[in-house]
């Protein structure tokens, strides 16, 4: 069984910053890719970042230059450092961990207030 906890939402102003964690545990092994998604009230899950075993990245437009993520794959941790919030990055963020399988965080909040 593999289970991902998340950490590090909150409420924060625009123009603040947050770092979110996600450390994985269980029978994961030969971790492929770690990464966030997120989702707004009344939308769709969207891709926020990804970070690949081999340390390739991708982001979503409306956070490059903003967010940075990174994981730490011997610890089975991946992070998402967001600085200069909006609003509209207001969403539960959910992180993922690719193996054979894709798994699920439980999502954690963040809120920006104008």
């Known amino acids: 069984q593999v289970q991902l906890v998340e950490s590090g939402g909150g409420l924060v102003q625009a123009g603040g910053s947050l770092r979110l964690s996600c450390a994985a545990s269980?029978?994961?092994?030969?971790?492929?890719?770690m990464g966030w998604y997120r989702q707004a009230p009344g939308k769709q899950r969207e891709l926020v970042a990804t970070?690949?075993?081999?340390?390739?990245?991708n982001y979503a437009d409306s956070v490059k230059g903003r967010f940075t993520v990174s994981g730490d794959y011997a610890k089975k941790t991946v992070y998402l450092q967001m600085n200069s919030l909006k609003p509209e990055d207001t969403a539960v963020y959910y992180c993922?961990?690719?193996?054979?399988?894709?798994?699920w965080g439980q999502g954690t909040q963040v809120t920006v207030s104008s």
């Open positions: 993922t961990v690719t193996e054979i399988l894709n798994y």
């Open positions: 269980g029978s994961i092994f030969s971790i492929k890719a």
């Open positions: 970070v690949s075993a081999g340390g390739t990245t």
